[in-house]
């Protein structure tokens, strides 16, 4: 997975409350066993009319909004446990995605899928979204060390809560596998000092 430290990046807003799994990749997307390919279908019934032609009014056919942070309204990742709403949102290239809140399978499969999910409060949220309205280009920068997303363009923070194994997993670039795998040589010598 990719390691996230420090992001700096322009944000893509989409200020929808109760996004559910089904929004971010509807079901008949589900058939692929690998994690590729999905994020060309992330928001697919949102993005496309029937005939495969691009939604104009849909925030990711603007090209005004891009970089690698979602910004969503509270209540984001409801419905199933799909961990595929996860992949697509990753293989789009967002790597970050704050909200007032989140449904609690979705952000486990997020953080376990190198994506990290912020947990910020109503106020800030808004002033985030209006801070995008006023400049698209306005740059937040996240901070996963300091536990931290602060709005560059006024200074405004705050810190954000995130589970000591993910974190050192996000930035170290671990899935659970990988993490194993890092503890390979302790794991050896534990063995061999039993025997």
């Known amino acids: 997975m990719e390691k996230i430290e420090l ?15 089904d929004q971010i990749i ?3 997307f589900l ?3 690998t994690k590729e390919g999905f994020g060309e279908n992330l928001f697919r019934d949102w993005r496309y009319n029937r005939d495969e032609t691009p939604k104009g ?8 909004y891009g970089g690698r942070i979602l910004v969503a309204g509270k209540n984001f990742g409801c419905g ?7 992949w697509a949102i990753h293989d789009y290239g967002i790597r970050v995605i704050i909200s007032s ?40 920068e996240v901070s996963v060390p300091a536990q931290k997303v602060t709005i560059l363009s006024t200074g405004e923070s705050r810190s954000f809560e995130l589970d ?32």
């Open 80 to 86: 199933s446990s799909r961990e595929h709403a996860a």
């Open 164 to 195: 000591p194994y993910k974190k050192m997993c996000l930035i170290n670039g671990y899935d659970d596998i990988d993490y194993l795998l890092s503890l390979k040589d302790k794991i050896q010598a534990f063995e061999l000092s039993k025997t």
């Open 57 to 64: 009014d849909f925030v990711l056919n603007n090209s005004i």
């Open 101 to 140: 809140f989140f449904a609690d399978i979705f952000k486990g499969n997020a953080l376990n899928n190198g994506l990290l999910p912020i947990t910020v409060d109503d106020s800030f949220l808004d002033h985030l979204f209006k801070e995008i309205e006023k400049d698209p280009n306005v740059e937040v």
């Open 31 to 33: 058939k692929a066993t």
């Open 7 to 21: 992001l700096k990046s322009s944000c893509i807003p989409l200020p929808i409350e109760d996004v559910d799994t």
């Open 26 to 28: 509807p079901a008949r």
